[in-house]
Nanobody, 117 residues
C-alpha cells in the first residue's frame, strides 16, 4: 500500500520561506517520478514542480527561480523548498508520485500553505 505523507506547510509572511516534505512508503524510490501540485480556492489543481527518477526537474513559470524540488532516494522523500513566497502562492500543496511508464499515480493528503501580505 502506497502512502504519501506531506509536512511543512504553514503560515508565512510574503518574502518568507517554507520547506515541504513528502515521505513515501510502499513504493521504491527508483521507480517513480514525483511532483508537487497546488490548488487554490476556486482554481484548478496545477503542477508546481516535478522531478523524474533521474533527477531532471521542471517548474511552472510562476515559481521558477523561487522554488526548488529535490529528492532523497535513500530516505524516499521528495522536498519542495520555497523562497520569496507571495500571497498568490497560497494554496493546498499536494505531493504526487507516478510509477515510471505507467499511468498509476498516488496523491498525498495535502498541506496548507498560506502567505500573508
Amino acid at each position: 500500500q502506497v502512502q504519501l505523507v506531506e509536512s511543512g506547510g504553514g503560515l508565512v509572511q510574503a518574502g518568507g520561506s517554507l520547506r515541504l516534505t513528502c515521505a513515501a512508503s510502499g513504493i521504491p524510490s527508483n521507480i517513480y517520478n514525483a511532483g508537487w501540485y497546488r490548488q487554490a480556492p476556486g482554481k484548478q489543481r496545477e503542477l508546481v514542480a516535478a522531478i523524474d527518477a533521474g533527477g531532471t526537474t521542471n517548474y511552472a513559470d510562476s515559481v521558477k527561480g523561487r522554488f526548488t524540488i529535490s529528492r532523497d532516494n535513500a530516505k524516499n522523500t521528495v522536498a519542495l523548498q520555497m523562497h520569496s513566497l507571495k500571497p498568490e502562492d497560497t494554496a493546498v500543496y499536494y505531493c504526487n508520485v507516478r510509477r515510471i511508464l505507467t499511468p498509476i499515480n498516488y496523491w498525498g493528503q495535502g498541506t496548507q500553505v498560506t502567505v500573508s501580505s
